[in-house]
């Protein structure tokens, strides 16, 4: 399976992003801030990486397995934990690359209340306000980002993204061509994914489904985990380019 792994991570140089060194090694805020969250940012990305790669070299190895059963440990446990985690983990990527530009805006790039409250989301909803206090130059970068973070998906595509990751965060482990969560309640936000409904006592209570659908399949899941890796790569690259992420020496 590592070969696989290897196979698809050279094919993209997702390893092969240059980032410049650090200038000037005085102790200001603004440079040590560049530092640290340099390597925040690195980490993020080569995780996003690893899972996304893992998940589509687990598939490319459960392909070549005659072995019914060891084949499907390959797809519905490797494959599909890996994919899940790759989706998670560029959500997250995003979140830390808008805080990593709100740290170094002086905390002006986004109105929060707390820095905790700094996400993508809100990033995004700021700059289509317009009223961004940051300086011209990370206001730049950040809607640079939210390009790049977009790149080769549809409307469809994202939301999507955004609805695997928070219901498989938050809700129950999403299917990838099987089904886990294969019963409960439902409405006009909940589609039902094949398989019938019914009710219980009270017409006007609950309708709950029977589902006999799996919740995505991977097919899909594989354009979405390509796209990531691409993408997260062109995020990071940006920021290099513009010399908002830096480099000391070591990892």
């Given at each position: 399976m590592y070969d696989e792994y290897?196979?698809?991570?050279?094919?993209g140089g997702y390893f092969q992003v240059p980032i410049p060194p650090a200038l000037s090694t005085r102790l200001r805020p603004r440079n040590m801030l560049l530092r640290s969250?340099?390597?925040v940012l690195r980490w993020a990305y080569r995780d996003t990486i690893e899972r996304a790669a893992m998940a589509l070299?687990?598939?490319a190895t459960a392909r070549q397995i005659d072995i019914d059963g060891l084949a499907a440990h390959f797809r519905f446990v490797i494959r599909n934990r890996d994919a899940a985690d790759a989706i998670r983990s560029y959500i997250r990527?995003?979140?830390?690359?808008?805080?990593?530009?709100?740290e170094i805006s002086g905390r002006r790039l986004v109105d929060v209340k707390t820095p905790r409250d700094v996400s993508f989301q809100r990033l995004e909803k700021q700059l289509a306000t317009g009223s961004t206090k940051a300086s011209r130059r990370i206001a730049t970068a950040a809607r640079r980002?939210?390009?790049?973070?977009?790149?080769?998906?549809?409307?469809?595509g994202w939301k999507l993204l955004q609805s695997f990751r928070n219901v498989d965060t938050h809700r129950f482990v999403v299917g990838i061509d099987h089904v886990i969560y294969d019963?409960?309640?439902v409405s006009k936000d909940d589609p039902v994914r094949g398989g019938y409904t019914f009710g219980f006592g009270d017409p006007n209570d609950l309708t709950y489904a029977q589902f006999s659908e799996p919740d995505i399949r991977f097919d899909d899941i594989d354009k979405l985990l390509r796209l990531t890796m691409s993408n997260a790569k062109t995020a990071l690259s940006t920021l290099a380019s513009l010399r908002l992420l830096v480099v000391s020496g070591g990892f």
């Open positions: 290897w196979r698809e991570i050279d094919a969250g340099t390597r070299a687990a598939e990527f995003l979140d830390q690359i808008s805080y990593h530009l709100y980002v939210v390009v790049n973070a977009h790149g080769g998906l549809t409307k469809d019963f409960g309640p």
